[in-house]
């Protein structure tokens, strides 16, 4: 198996010089291709600060973010723009969509940012709306879908970019347990049928149970780091 | 493409706001091309009644006539001047003119006035003079007698038909003098003229003055007052080029200078670029308080969509292309304001062209006071309808700039998070 993210020593400090807030502390990680992990842990454990850093979304205060080798906390900000453009793929946990676009535009257009031909766009648009169950949808704006629709278009506009894994933040955190845990088994078949590498962040117990690996964090640093057998 | 209509979309957004920064340039769009338009109209008026009834937007004299205004500083007729003339396209006409100032008396009244010695037809053709006739009649070709200005007229107490005597110096120190039948009273539509004027025939006046066949200047209409500089040049030009192959045409002593309406009538262009510099002054507050309301919508724009911007970074949206987005959107909402503005003042300009507003009652008269013309009529130079569209342009262009810096210094996290 190929290791995709590699974290070394990694640390974020808030704040450094009046009251320091070490949000990640020496973390220490290894993520595999077509992986299904959880990060869980408390709130203010660092989960969110670990994936923006992980994502590129933000330079850590030490040690290094590989990805496939590559360490990411070396490049300027316009070269990681077109790197997670090309590599990673993000759900946040709201609001992700462009409100004036409809649902089959928000996912097509990670791929005009690509340069991808119209043919592929079309093809790869419809594939990824079926996936995710909403090609009925195609032509709603967010305004008119669900939270959990929404969501859903959010993930096949983050699979559309062709990334090497896709980070979320939360995914579930705005919707009802049902939509969550419909969520979930779309992402889940995702990762199984086309080995989509996934890392999330969650506090909902249903959404952990789902998981292939469950890495907890408390005050930055993780704590623990299991296999877990979904169900 | 996608960004456009990204931009598009976007645009229609907030319907209310984009209706209303819209119609906020459209109508100062409109009202500062009216009130140019307006003005320089007046204006153009003005300075066209008063350029044909004295001096011509350009005038040729012999050089150093304008100094001492002596009817030695004279020049002859010369056919290849006068071929120069007829032939340059932007003079659309000229008249002569024999200019000298004497004293006319009736035995009870005496007053310096401003006799005109005139080409009947030449006349006509640049002032219109013979419209101007209150009582009388024009002049004909080879009449002895004289048209006197109502004013002057009045304060001399002569009607049509009386007899004044004028006297003056004439040609290299004789004495004119002369006995005219007054032939017809004419009203000026600039007051000031109407006090001290009379025009004589061209030959009245060369007896009068001893000149024989001179003149003090001819005074050209142009197309277009804008063109006065250029045209001036290459009259100048022609002129030079007359005397070096003129040979045995060329008149020697005859110096020619050529004046513009603005060296010859400073007062009038003064007070003309001073109303154009109000004008200036307040289209530019028209103008401040619309980049406020631009500025405002800006501001709401970029507040209400951090979030959304700190998105599209986050998935690899290049911050020069989101910022793109933004000043087109912003360029966008101003054109179509700009445009419906200009769209707006077309027909409303048109209509005032040919139908001017004609003042009435109290309104004509102080305009008439303060040498205005009562009658107004928008100018219709397209050049004031594009400069306005320019200037609101510029504004929103200088304006997204600060989107663009914004823009530019927004972190992803810190956005979506806001
Ligand atoms: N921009 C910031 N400036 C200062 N401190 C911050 C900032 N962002 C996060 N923190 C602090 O860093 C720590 C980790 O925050 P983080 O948001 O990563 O936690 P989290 O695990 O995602 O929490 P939650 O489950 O509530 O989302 C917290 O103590 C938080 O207060
Ligand atoms: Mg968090």
Known sequence: ?231 | MMYLLLAWRNMWRSRRRTLITISSIFFAVLFAIVMRVMMVGIFDKMISDTVSMSCGYLQIQHSGYWDNKSIDSTFEENPLLIEILNTDKRITTWNPHLESFALASTGERTKGILVTGIDQEKENRVSKLSEKISSGRYLDQNDKGILLAEGLAAYLNLKVNDTVVLLGQGYQGNTAAGKYLVKGIVKLPIPQMNKSMAWLPMQGSRDFLSTGARYTSFSLMVRDRMQVGEVKQDLLDKIAGMRATAGVNYTPGSSYTIMTWQQMLPELDQLFQAKMAQNVIMSGILYLVIAFGIFGTILMMLNERMHEFGILIAIGMKKRILAGIVVLELILMSLTGTLLGIAGAFPLVLYFRFHPVRLGGDWAKTAEKFNFSPVIQPSADLKHFIIQGYAVLSIAVVLSLYALVKINRLKAIEAINS
């Open chain 1, 1 to 231: 198996m190929n290791t995709i993210i590699e974290l070394h020593n990694l640390s974020k400090v808030y704040n450094p010089k009046t009251i320091p807030v070490y949000a990640v502390n020496g973390v220490d990680l290894q993520i595999e291709e077509g992986e299904f992990t959880a990060l869980v842990g408390p709130s203010g454990s660092g989960k969110t600060t670990l994936l923006n850093l992980i994502g590129g979304l933000d330079y850590p205060s030490g040690g290094e973010v590989k990805i496939e080798g590559v360490d990411i906390t070396k490049m300027n900000e316009n070269k990681l723009i077109d790197f997670r453009l090309k590599n990673i793929g993000f759900v946040f946990q709201a609001y992700n969509l462009i409100p004036v676009l409809t649902a089959r535009e928000n996912v097509e257009f990670v791929m005009l940012m690509q340069k991808k031909p119209k043919i592929e766009r079309d093809k790869l648009v419809a594939d990824l709306l079926t996936e995710v169950g909403l090609s009925d949808k195609r032509d709603s704006r967010p305004s008119e879908l669900s939270g959990g629709q929404q969501q859903r278009v959010a993930v096949a506009r983050a699979l559309a970019s062709k990334p090497r894994f896709i980070l979320a933040d939360e995914p579930t955190a705005n919707l009802d347990s049902k939509s969550a845990t419909n969520l979930l088994e779309i992402m889940a078949k995702l990762n199984k049928e086309d080995h989509m590498t996934f890392l999330f962040s969650t506090h909902d117990q249903r959404v952990i149970d789902k998981a292939r690996r469950i890495v907890t964090l408390v005050d930055g640093k993780v704590i623990s780091d299991t296999k877990n057998q979904p169900h």
